[in-house]
């Protein structure tokens, strides 16, 4: 197995002999949500590709250590609980349990461990003594709006030779490039906070410096630290994470331990609407609930699965639409073709192989559609024997990516064999020229509450 690694521009083995005799588990960090709100259908993403890596690697027997932080402690949080005269925390926890609900709906596995920055303060302030002791921190006053004896703890960038190794850019370069807070109490303005001054009404925690709260990176840095060790194996996120999260993460823990502080660096592309990237800070986002509720969360992972997870994905609803019409074909064709067939070896191998060479899941999902296509034309020849091959083989491709197609979509599986033989029907009618038939086919499709949209690939289908 070859993943891209951001850390080294190149594809670089998975495995080694040590996870392949079991002698340790394959371990990986994803990095989870900030939860000042519901997530948006772009966050999806970055979810979903570590899931179907960690599938892939269970599916050929090895044993997976799968962290996934929640931050509950952050700038964003207490705004929203500022604006909304609530506690901090009881915002955290709310969007907490929607965020690991929506998971569960787009059928992702639970991590085997999900730290919060809130349980792990102490880790994270033994840290940035371990800096401060060896020089890479420096201690400054609180600003002006901070609780008196409160002080807050700044990273020194240059200190550490390495930094901008994963975002490929010098410290100049990232100053040039990023908006800097302009910040007297700097030694350097490329240096960012540790460890935050206690202001009134804010949480806080003790600490050798006075009450305050941890910074955003050094939380990931403390919480994979703490689960995975150094030189774990994968670190996942979202390509706008690179710079300056991961980077910092980077930074404050090989700087603390003199030790590598992950070996695979995994980033899924952005998701884009409009040509602009999904974001709540631009208030063009699509909740992800909303997508689930109106589509199903098979197909919202189909959605994702059809792209090559470091391709820009452009949303469109348009494109729900059509991985909703392709959904159907799946579930259709799978209560219609007969059960008990051997799945086609040659095609799963193939199918593991694609996924074990940089996660390539639109070339799974080629298969299985290759599958439907086939099954449909032995059904249609009466060659029962091949539709249950070409069944069992989408079932278990199906498996492979983590789409559970005995479920359906909104109780599609029951209605899509009429429909499609409906449409099938209709096709024949329209070839024919036979219109008056083709029209009706479609008027009682709508009149049963099923939208029929043509396109140059064939009718599709849907709830209206």
């Not at 079991?22 to 949500?33: A, D, H, K, L, R």
């Not at 705004?79 to 915002?91: F, I």
């Not at 660096?265 to 884009?272: P, Y």
């Not at 051997?342 to 298969?367: F, H, I, K, W, Y």
């Amino acid at each position: 197995m070859r993943l891209y690694n951001t850390l080294t521009r190149d594809l670089d083995q998975v495995l080694t002999d040590a996870h392949r005799s079991g002698e340790t588990p394959f371990s990986m960090y994803v990095c989870g949500p900030t939860v000042q709100d519901v997530p948006h259908f772009g966050h999806a993403r970055a979810a979903l590709i570590p899931d179907v890596f960690r599938r892939a690697l269970e599916h050929q027997g090895i044993e997976v250590l799968h962290v996934r932080n929640i931050t509950d402690v952050e700038d964003k949080i207490i705004t929203r609980a500022e604006e909304e005269d609530r506690d901090p925390a009881a915002v955290s926890e709310q969007y907490s349990r929607v965020y690991e609900a929506q998971m569960k709906r787009l059928g992702i596995l639970e991590p085997h461990i999900v730290p919060r920055a809130t349980g792990h303060i102490i880790e994270m302030i033994e840290l940035i003594e371990l800096l401060l002791d060896s020089g890479h921190a420096y201690v400054v006053e609180g600003g002006a709006d901070a609780i008196p004896g409160s002080d807050d703890v700044m990273f020194r960038v240059r200190s550490f030779e390495g930094y901008g190794k994963l975002s490929n850019r010098d410290v100049d370069q990232s100053l040039a490039g990023a908006r800097v807070d302009a910040d007297a109490r700097k030694e350097d303005a490329a240096d960012f906070v540790l460890w935050k001054a206690a202001k009134p009404g804010e949480p806080s925690w003790r600490s050798p410096w006075g009450p305050g709260r941890p910074g955003w990176h050094i939380e990931c840095s403390a919480m994979a630290r703490k689960y995975l060790g150094s030189d774990f194996d994968l670190h996942t996120g979202g390509t706008d994470l690179i710079f300056p999260h991961h980077e910092n993460e980077i930074a404050q823990a090989e700087a603390a331990y003199g030790e590598r502080f992950a070996r695979l660096w995994l980033h899924n592309g952005m998701l884009n609407i409009d040509g602009e990237k999904m974001s709540k800070s631009l208030g063009n986002f699509i909740t992800l609930d909303d997508a689930i509720s109106r589509y199903g969360g098979p197909v919202v992972r189909l959605y994702f699965l059809q792209i090559h997870y470091r391709s820009i994905a452009q949303f469109s609803g348009e494109r729900l639409r059509e991985v909703e019409s392709a959904w159907n074909r799946l579930t259709g064709f799978v209560s219609t073709a007969p059960e008990g067939g051997q799945a086609r070896q040659e095609v799963m191998t193939a199918a593991v192989a694609a996924l074990g060479d940089d996660l390539n899941t639109p070339e799974v999902v080629s298969a299985m559609f290759t599958q439907v296509k086939e099954g449909h034309a032995a059904l249609a020849d009466g060659r029962s024997a091949d539709a249950g091959a070409a069944r069992a083989t989408v079932m278990e491709l199906a498996g492979l990516l983590g789409l559970d197609l005995a479920t359906g979509t909104h109780d599609d599986t029951d209605v899509a064999p009429l429909v499609e033989t409906l449409l099938e029907l209709r096709d024949a009618a329209r070839e024919a020229k036979d219109y008056a038939t083709s029209d009706t086919i479609r008027d009682a499709l709508s009149a049963a509450g099923i939208v029929v949209e043509d396109s140059r690939d064939g009718a599709r289908w849907r709830r209206s």
